[in-house]
């Protein structure tokens, strides 16, 4: 017999420019934030990659294991969103030009 596949959640996360952090999904899913603490060194990541699988609920750390996603936040500077509205303001018009 196969194995039935199961199918994938999708999860949002929006990360703020302040640090704060909006986690979206469906009311199933059960989701945990933690943040690790910064160090300045190769060893001292370590140490804190080890504090957080010591500080995660027993049901989490097996996840630690299933990485699915890394990134880096970065700033959206006001003059990328200038510019997407500019773009957005010509679309615009050229879809009123086609009408």
């Keep these: 017999m ?3 596949q199961r199918t994938r959640e999708p ?3 929006v990360a703020h420019g302040d640090g704060w952090l909006d986690v979206y999904a469906e009311k199933h899913v059960d989701v945990h934030i933690v943040m690790q603490p ?3 060194s190769i060893d ?3 140490l804190a990659e080890e504090w ?3 500080n995660i609920p027993w049901r989490y750390r097996p996840l630690l294991m299933s990485r699915r996603q890394t990134g880096m936040v970065r700033m959206v500077l006001p003059s990328e969103l200038a510019d997407t509205q500019m ?3 010509i679309l615009k ?3 009123g030009m086609t009408q």
Excluded: M
Aim: hydrophobic share 45%.
């Design 87 to 89: 773009k957005l303001g």
């Design 52 to 54: 957080v699988a010591e």
């Design 2 to 4: 196969g194995c039935q």
């Design 93 to 95: 018009s050229l879809d």
């Design 11 to 13: 999860v949002l996360i």
């Design 44 to 46: 001292g990541e370590i």
């Design 38 to 40: 910064w160090t300045g």
